[in-house]
């Protein structure tokens, strides 16, 4: 056995949790974080314009997006040495104030602790009891790859509807010609509309192309029109626009709370009240965070 594994470590506040929140609570408090399964947030959610960010932001680095602050953390975090296990932990067992943390290398870490602040307690075992459970709508990210029709100046279309409440066209990653657009779609469902055909993906195709429709985009062309041959300037034909759904991404909304223990604090806050009640890092961390 390696010396690693025979060492006890010993931290007095522990983070547990790879999602934002948990980054930006451990980052504003300098304490060690440890996670199983990092969750790095949705690639095209950005910050708000009235979201103060000051916290994070350097000369260097402008964070505009979730994920942008999401990596800055993680590289600050392991960079001062608060990210001990970097993402090699696969599961967590607790035992009144000990942590055994099964790594990917199949080693066993011991870490002792006086208190765990969590904020994700997926595949952590030893808590309290479960009190009550809330489940609200989930998050489903369709994604889709546009056939014809990939050429238009439209970012983003919106609705009033929680199915397909908005289509976010991105510049293809199918083609190096940048001007090519794909698209998802974003929809907040429950599990039962979720198992419903109503809102599928193919659902979802449907009525993104009637968006899209309304809007005025048309697909690919197809040669000049020949209705209008006495004009000098030909209007042309056009395919109609054709989706193909690529893949589905769900994000459940499931918030579980615990029997209260000393030696935990749940926290369930959103990636805007994290940012609320974030400020720059005092000490080591600090002058780690103004040089990199």
């Known amino acids: ?57 350097s000369e260097k680095h402008e ?14 975090l392991g960079i001062a040495g608060l990210m001990p296990l970097s993402d ?21 870490i011991k870490i002792n602790f006086n208190k765990l602040i969590i904020f994700d ?13 809330e489940e609200g709508k989930s998050r489903v990210i369709d994604w889709v790859n546009v056939r014809s029709g990939c050429r238009h100046d439209f970012d983003c279309l919106e609705t009033d509807d929680d ?3 908005k289509v976010v066209f991105y510049p293809t990653e199918r083609s190096d010609n940048r001007k090519l657009k794909d698209l998802f779609a974003e ?36 040669g000049k029109n020949p209705l209008y041959p006495e004009r000098s300037t030909v209007p042309y ?18 918030i579980t709370h615990y029997k209260e223990d000393p030696r935990f604090e749940f926290k369930y806050d959103t990636i805007q009240e994290a940012v609320k009640c974030a400020n720059k890092p005092k000490g080591y961390l600090r002058k780690i965070s103004e040089k990199f």
């Open 187 to 222: 929809s907040f469902l429950t599990n039962e509309e979720i198992k419903d055909f109503s809102y599928s993906d193919t659902m979802v195709k449907f009525k993104a192309l009637d968006m899209m429709k309304k809007a005025g985009i048309r697909g690919s062309r197809n």
């Open 121 to 133: 307690a997926e595949k952590v075992s030893g808590l309290t009891q479960i009190t009550k459970k």
């Open 1 to 57: 056995m390696r010396e690693i594994e025979k060492h006890v470590y010993f931290y007095d506040t522990m983070v547990i949790g790879g999602n934002l929140p948990a980054f930006i609570y451990a980052y504003t408090n300098s304490l060690p974080i440890i996670f199983v399964d990092g969750k790095p947030p949705f690639e095209f959610d950005r910050f708000g314009k009235e979201e103060d960010l000051s916290f994070l932001q």
């Open 237 to 254: 034909k056009y395919y109609a626009v054709k989706l193909e759904p690529s893949e589905r991404k769900i994000y459940r909304n499931i």
């Open 63 to 76: 964070i505009e997006t979730h994920i942008q602050a999401w990596s800055r953390i993680a590289l600050l």
């Open 88 to 108: 090699m932990a696969e599961s967590i067992r607790i035992k009144e104030k000990q942590m055994s943390v099964v790594t990917s290398h199949s080693r066993l």
């Open 163 to 165: 199915f397909v409440s």
